[in-house]
């Protein structure tokens, strides 16, 4: 599973060993940073000689992602949950605050622009096209604000504004059905058409999976 991609050294992350014992064995209910991840990430998608290049996540060059590794099985909406991403927010009294602003610095070094969990039992039996995907995804949540005129933002320092991102579409199938897609939200009409190609990389479905997604439809 742990196959090379074109450019040297880029090698797929596996999840680690202690997470994947049989249950009495292995202990449960852990989360372990994975800097290799982004090594990974930042080598094979964001580079643009990387093997899985993709323009769309250029802003994520300046951002600082911390992944993480878990064997905590998350089902919601009847769901199994194998990747989430989130913004690292503290609406809390000062000391919870000051708790989680200090394991997210244990374990990343500094407080992140964005945290993306994934299931270690998951990625340990998934293929790499599907791995490929699970990850793409939770990169596409994590977003760059865009002002009125759907320019990017940016900060005084000139770096990217970094925001939570959903879908490109969101509509009803009976919609598109009776309307047609040109008359349908958003950007569906283009969802269509891409449909029409076959796949850049591979034909997998992540979003029934992705934690960020099913909070989203709750």
Known sequence: MAAKNQRSGSIRPMPPESL???EGGALWGQFLPAPEIEAWVRAVIL????????EDHIHLREASIGFL????QY???AHQVVGTAEMPMFRCGAWQKGRQEQQLREWFGDVPDFVITLDALYAATASDAVWAAVVEHELYHCGQ????FGSPKFTQSGLPKFQM???DVEEFVGIVRRYGA??????TAKLVEASKNAPAIANVDIARACGTCLLKAA
């Open 20 to 22: 994947l014992l049989s």
């Open 47 to 54: 580079e643009e000689d990387g093997n899985l290049f993709n």
């Open 69 to 72: 590794w878990t064997n905590v």
């Open 75 to 77: 089902i919601r909406q």
């Open 145 to 148: 604000e865009r002002d009125a």
């Open 165 to 167: 991102r959903g879908h």
């Open 182 to 187: 040109g008359n349908s939200a958003g950007a």
